[in-house]
């Protein structure tokens, strides 16, 4: 007997439905609520174990964060599972004949893909790394929202004043915020004012200039109240998710000092510290990959391929069936190493491509699988890199 429990995830609660060999099921599917219900797995799981004699699998999918409760519930009782990958598991339903979806059916359809031999081990991460991973995810999505914050607040800025764009070099400097943010709720801006956002880098010439620039500058009073009100709200929001992307880079640098192969991906040129945390949360072990061709379909890098009979596609496009955040990662360290031939080999690589004609998004594609191999086999090897 192979005594299998195959587990529907859904937000909350997830179906189950146990089996004692292929074909013949252990009772009724059941509904439990992840919070407080997975002891009934457990009591199901021992019982399958006391009448069998072999400890049951649970087969689950990789859906969404939910399944993150059960799978570390299952880690915590060390019970075997195997987690698919819902693009599997779709292709497998759609060749059955009959068209049924429901959470039982699909809990059966779990378990009978293992006993059909279509379930490998699933990749693991390390506590530390999910925890890095989960900052680094936030980061990204805090990033996105910082940028179109900018994007709302500089459309703002040209109407109720667009001469303030040329006093400071960053518009979106700490400083240039704060002196925006004293002009708009009426404040006379003073040296002191500006001293106290711009620090002792600044000498006082500099802030005597800015200072002179900014009272030489009226706000026209012809602008309406709300468009005035609507871009102080957007400096707020702006000076508060810088504040709050800064104490998550803090966090990922103190998360990232944890783990030795963040330092070993820093030795890369044009890889700092959020980028290596980045490749690091989403690659994982490199262990678990048996060559680098391996991790570059994990990314989704590798080209797809179509044939059929005599005729093979010369121009394909890559998969993208991939880690899309790892894709973005390497795509943002290869624009990095080959700025200002940060990184020589990588930049070299980059230039005979485009020599051979190769268009530039092409070529950078070829230089992020190229980039992947060189990351596995520091990974693998454990030693830094070698320029």
């Not at 005594?3 to 439990?32: C, H, M, N, W």
């Not at 949360?281 to 009979?309: N, R, T, W």
């Not at 624009?335 to 690589?349: F, H, M, P, V, W």
């Not at 004609?357 to 990974?379: E, F, M, R, S, W």
Request: hydrophobic share 40%; net charge positive.
């Amino acid at each position: 007997m192979e005594p299998v429990i195959g587990l529907d995830v859904a937000k909350g609660t997830s179906v189950f439905q146990a089996f004692t060999k292929r074909g013949e099921a252990y009772g009724k599917s059941e509904t439990i609520r992840h919070a407080g219900g997975l002891e009934r797995l457990d009591d199901v799981i021992r019982q399958l174990e006391m009448q069998t004699g072999v400890s049951p699998v649970v087969v689950l999918e990789a859906t969404g964060h939910y399944h993150r409760t059960v799978v570390a519930h299952l880690e915590r009782m060390n019970i075997e599972h195997f987690i698919l990958n819902p693009l599997l598991s779709k292709r497998s339903k759609s060749a059955q004949l009959r068209k049924v979806k429901t959470d039982a059916a699909d809990a059966w359809h779990l378990a009978e893909m293992y006993y059909r031999g279509d379930v490998k081990p699933h990749r693991r991460w390390t506590d530390r790394i999910i925890e890095l991973q989960h900052l680094t995810r936030q980061h990204e999505f805090m990033t996105t929202q910082f940028i179109q914050s900018k994007l709302n607040a500089r459309a703002l800025l040209d109407q109720v004043c667009p001469a303030y764009e040329g006093v400071f070099h960053d518009l979106y400097s700490k400083t240039s915020l704060h002196v925006l943010l004293h002009m708009l709720q009426g404040a006379v801006i003073t040296e002191e004012v500006v001293r106290e956002t711009a620090g002792s880098s600044h000498g006082k010439a500099w802030i005597q200039s800015k200072v002179e620039r900014i009272q030489a500058m009226q706000i026209p009073q012809k602008q309406s109240a709300a468009q005035r009100t609507a871009l102080l709200c957007m400096v707020e929001i702006l000076l508060a998710q810088q504040e709050q992307l800064s104490r998550l880079e803090l966090k990922i640098q103190e998360e990232a000092e944890e783990i030795p192969e963040v330092e070993l991906l820093k030795t890369i040129p044009g890889i700092g510290d959020k980028l290596a945390a980045a490749l690091i949360a989403e690659i994982g072990d490199a262990g678990q990959f048996e060559d680098p061709k391996q991790l570059v379909a994990y990314a989704g890098l590798d080209p797809s391929v179509h044939s059929s009979g005599q005729f093979v596609a010369s121009s394909t496009r890559i998969t993208k069936r991939g880690s899309k955040r790892l894709r973005r990662a390497l795509y943002l360290a290869v624009q990095c190493g080959i700025r200002r031939s940060t990184n020589e080999k990588l930049r070299a690589y980059y230039d005979r491509k485009r020599e051979e004609g190769k268009p530039y998004k092409v070529t950078v594609i070829a230089c992020a699988n190229k980039l992947l191999h060189h990351i596995y086999a520091i990974l693998k090897k454990g030693q830094p890199y070698h320029k």
